[in-house]
């Protein structure tokens, strides 16, 4: 399957999420997924597995249905059905961004600070961190 999560046009402040069961010819209905708010912001979403032998699915975008403030990363265990981890990243401004999984196993996080404009910035962080375990 994939899964496609869209940064969202219309009053419903939720990130557009469809599904396509045959590569991407075809999609699903969309749905709305509630713990995604979404400020009409572009996310940043991977899947990766790791050293655990797990896959997990990783978000990140500004967390407010109408500004971009409060920056935070998601873990899902479940493909992004469920979102049972979260940390905020950064309260105030954060915009565009985008995640990686860095050479050592961690997870990096480049973003836009959206009240400074020109800057970027980096974060590097384990995943037992987002899991709250450290």
């Not at 219309?10 to 209905?29: L, R, V």
């Not at 597995?49 to 997990?56: H, N, R």
């Amino acid at each position: 399957d994939l899964k496609i999560f869209m940064r969202n046009h219309s009053k419903n402040p939720y990130t557009a999420i469809a599904t396509s069961k045959d590569g991407g010819e075809t999609w699903g209905e969309i749905s709305f997924h509630h713990d995604l708010l979404d400020p009409i912001c572009q996310s940043t979403v991977i899947k990766h597995e790791f050293d655990d032998g797990k896959s997990y699915v990783i978000w990140a975008n500004p967390a407010h249905p109408e500004r971009r403030v409060n920056g935070t990363i998601r873990l899902s265990c479940d493909e992004g059905c469920t979102w049972p981890y979260s940390r905020v990243i950064r309260e105030a401004g954060y915009g565009y961004s985008c995640l990686t999984v860095l050479a050592d196993g961690n997870i990096g996080l480049l973003y836009e600070p959206d009240d400074e404009p020109g800057v970027i910035l980096f974060t590097k962080m384990s995943l037992d961190w987002i899991k709250g375990l450290k």
